[in-house]
C-alpha cells in the first residue's frame, strides 16, 4: 500500500520523505486513541508527506509531535470548534473517537480522520468540522481510493 501511494504521490508531485527507522507517535496520541495498526505501518517510517505548496498533507509522527509546525498543531480543528462552542463535551468526545490524518487548508479548511472504534474513515469541513462524512470503510480503502483517483486531494 505505502509503495503504491509513494508512486502516485510523486505522480502528483506531492513531497513524501520516508526514513529508515519507525517514529514513535507521542503519549498524547497513543493514550488518546486506539491506534489502527494498518495505519501507523503506513505512516511510521514517513518524515513529510505534503503538497508542493504546502496546503494539504498527511500527519507524520513528527507533525503529531508538533516539532515541524509549531504554530499549526495537528489538532487545531478541534481546538478551534472548542473555542467557538464554549468547550462542548460533544465537541470532546467527537475528537477523543476521531483521529486527524490529513490537512488541507487550501480554500475551504478540510480533513480526513480515521474513526478509532469503527475503523472507518470520515471527511469534515470548515466550520462544522465534526459534522463528518465516511468516505472509506477502512484505511485501506481510502488510501486505494486516493492511488485510484476516486478521492482527489
Not at 529508515?20 to 507521542?26: C, M, N, S
Not at 472548542?82 to 486527524?100: A, S, V
Request: charged content about 30%; overall charge negative; glycine content about 4%.
Amino acid at each position: 500500500m505505502l509503495k503504491e501511494f509513494t508512486k502516485w504521490a510523486e505522480n502528483n508531485g506531492w513531497d513524501v520523505v520516508i526514513v529508515d527507522d519507525k517514529a514513535e507517535l507521542p503519549d498524547h496520541i497513543t493514550k488518546r486513541y486506539k491506534i489502527p495498526e494498518i495505519w501507523y505501518e503506513f505512516i511510521a517510517r514517513m518524515r513529510v508527506c505534503q503538497n508542493k505548496d504546502y496546503t494539504k498533507w498527511f500527519f507524520t509522527p513528527w507533525e503529531y509531535q508538533n516539532s515541524l509546525n509549531p504554530g499549526f498543531h495537528w489538532n487545531e480543528f478541534e481546538l478551534e470548534s472548542l473555542e467557538y462552542c464554549d468547550n462542548d463535551p460533544m465537541i470532546i468526545k467527537f475528537w477523543d473517537r476521531h483521529l486527524p490524518i490529513y490537512r488541507s487548508v487550501e480554500g475551504e479548511y478540510s480533513y480526513y480522520a480515521i474513526d478509532t472504534e469503527s475503523g472507518k474513515v470520515v471527511c469534515g469541513y470548515e466550520p462544522e468540522y465534526e459534522d463528518a462524512a465516511i468516505v472509506a470503510d477502512c484505511f485501506e480503502k481510502f488510501i486505494n481510493k486516493i492511488v485510484s483517483g476516486e478521492i482527489i486531494l
